[in-house]
């Protein structure tokens, strides 16, 4: 079974200013990665797919980059709707199951 | 719009058993894949099962296999996810997904399922 594993588990960061976050693979998952936003009481929301491809609707303020085992999501200007706990997923092997990351909570500073 | 609307969830005793279903709108439930994923309260997400769009693949998680029985009506644009021998461990939020290649494009609001005495 894959590994993921996100860091940091908390991030501290003033509105307006950059998030980055970072997710690895305990072995390469290609580009095969998804990134999702939880906000508490509420389901998952895919934000990410293929490692920087946004999802419908997505604000271009998220991004997401890498590639193998290494991979970053990047919120450019942090907006109030953004602090939220967010995931990382790997879709990468075959059969599932696909794993997700332990989370990152993004709070106000 | 897609829509993924679960239920059955509750409070049930250690060792009983329930069913989870999800009613989906919005798309062609027959050509999509779909899984239920769960989380335990104040905890990460965690795959529990899959199911293929004509059900003939199926897997589950070590964790529930044996236990928990995924099933889905295409006719009837439902998911259903049939819980035995609970355990407390079981306690968490189900959710069901729609897979898209491997990622979960859309998700159900949740069903709290609590196992206790």
């Known amino acids: 079974e894959i590994v993921m594993t996100q860091s940091p588990a908390t991030l501290s960061v003033s509105p307006g200013e950059r998030a980055t976050l970072s997710c690895r693979a305990s072995?390469?998952?290609?580009?095969?990665i998804a990134w999702y936003q939880q906000k508490p009481g509420q389901a998952p929301r895919l934000l990410i797919y293929?490692?920087?491809t946004r999802a419908t609707g997505i604000p271009a303020r998220f991004s997401g980059s890498g590639s193998g085992t290494e991979f970053t999501l990047t919120i450019s200007s942090l907006q109030s709707e953004d602090f939220a706990v967010y995931y990382c997923?790997?879709?990468?092997?075959?059969?599932?199951?696909?794993?997700f990351g332990q989370g990152t909570k993004l709070e106000i500073k | 719009e897609v829509q993924l609307v679960e239920s059955g969830g509750g409070l049930v005793q250690p060792g009983g058993s329930l069913r989870l279903s999800c009613a989906d709108s919005?798309?062609?439930?027959?050509?999509?894949?779909m899984d239920w994923v769960r989380q335990a309260p104040g905890k990460g997400l965690e795959w529990v099962s899959y199911?293929?769009?004509?059900?003939?693949?199926?897997y589950y998680a070590d964790s529930v296999k044996g236990r928990f029985t995924i099933s889905r009506d295409n006719a009837k644009n439902s998911l259903y996810l049939q819980m035995n021998s609970l355990t407390d461990e079981d306690t968490a939020v189900y959710y069901c997904?729609?897979?898209?290649?491997?990622?979960?494009?859309?998700w159900g609001q949740g069903t709290l399922v609590t196992v206790s005495s």
């Open positions: 997904a729609r897979e898209n290649h491997g990622r979960y494009d859309y």
């Open positions: 919005g798309f062609t439930f027959s050509s999509y894949s």
């Open positions: 199911i293929s769009s004509d059900s003939s693949t199926i």
């Open positions: 072995q390469s998952v290609s580009s095969k």
């Open positions: 293929g490692a920087s």
């Open positions: 997923q790997q879709y990468n092997n075959w059969p599932p199951p696909y794993t």
